[in-house]
């Protein structure tokens, strides 16, 4: 017999990377923190240095240097146009 207990704790174990890969292209080119300097792609976000350990911005796999910004996207993401402090 399954608890529904158990299932609500199943639910609560699974967790996602703050930090992927996105497809859709709704990604750090337009984020607020992005910036691009000497051909390589940059974070100025405090939890997003402290998480990855750089500011570049770098796949969490295979630890590189992406070439897209486009199609990466973070839990820190804060559009380009919208008040921090909000």
């Known amino acids: 017999m399954i608890k529904l ?7 609560k174990e699974e967790s996602y990377p703050p930090y992927m890969y ?7 080119h337009v ?3 992005y910036s691009l300097q000497d051909d390589k792609h940059y ?3 405090k939890e997003y240095q402290d998480y990855m350990g750089t500011n570049e ?11 897209d910004p486009s199609k990466w996207c973070s839990n820190w ?3 380009k146009n919208q008040d921090e402090t909000i």
Request: net charge negative.
């Open 57 to 67: 911005l770098i796949d969490p796999v295979t630890n590189e240097q992406i070439k």
């Open 22 to 28: 996105s497809s859709v292209g709704f990604g750090c």
């Open 31 to 33: 984020c607020k923190y």
């Open 43 to 45: 974070c100025g976000n």
């Open 77 to 79: 993401f804060l559009p």
């Open 5 to 11: 207990v158990d299932l609500l704790r199943e639910d």
